[in-house]
Nanobody, 123 residues
Framework: VQLQASGGGLVQAGGSLRLSCSAS????????MEWYRQTLGKQRELVAS???????NLADSVKGRFTISRDNAKNTVYLQMNSLKSEDTAVYFC??????????????????WGRGTLVTVSS
């Protein structure tokens, strides 16, 4: 399974960005999809998650500003980020809880990660 994230960049405070993350491979099912972020010297933190049925959860620090959504047909999760602040500057990572099968038919459940995309908010 491969996750490809895109959409990061440089934006002024108060601006918006939309991150996308698409999963590819021999995927049988994707359960939760998530966005994390990490800054230098700090632990990776969960920003938002969404179940396969569309139930979303957001960290308190981004509620009212960020929205997570997904397109199950495209195996893609989005993070719409509005009213960006300098403290949102971080590398953003997507993750997906996937179910695949081996050639022998054995199920394999895993959390797969994408490479990060850098979001820089200038004040």
């Amino acid at each position: 399974v491969q996750l490809q994230a895109s959409g990061g960049g440089l934006v002024q405070a108060g601006g918006s960005l939309r991150l996308s993350c698409s999963a590819s491979g021999n995927i049988f099912r994707i359960d939760d999809m998530e966005w994390y972020r990490q800054t230098l010297g700090k632990q990776r933190e969960l920003v938002a998650s969404i179940t396969s049925s569309g139930v979303a959860n957001l960290a308190d620090s981004v509620k009212g500003r960020f929205t997570i959504s997904r397109d199950n047909a495209k195996n893609t999760v989005y993070l719409q980020m509005n009213s960006l602040k300098s403290e949102d500057t971080a590398v953003y990572f997507c993750a997906a809880q996937t179910l695949t099968y081996t050639d022998d038919g054995a199920p394999v459940a895993a959390r797969d990660w994408g490479r990060g995309t850098l979001v820089t908010v200038s004040s």
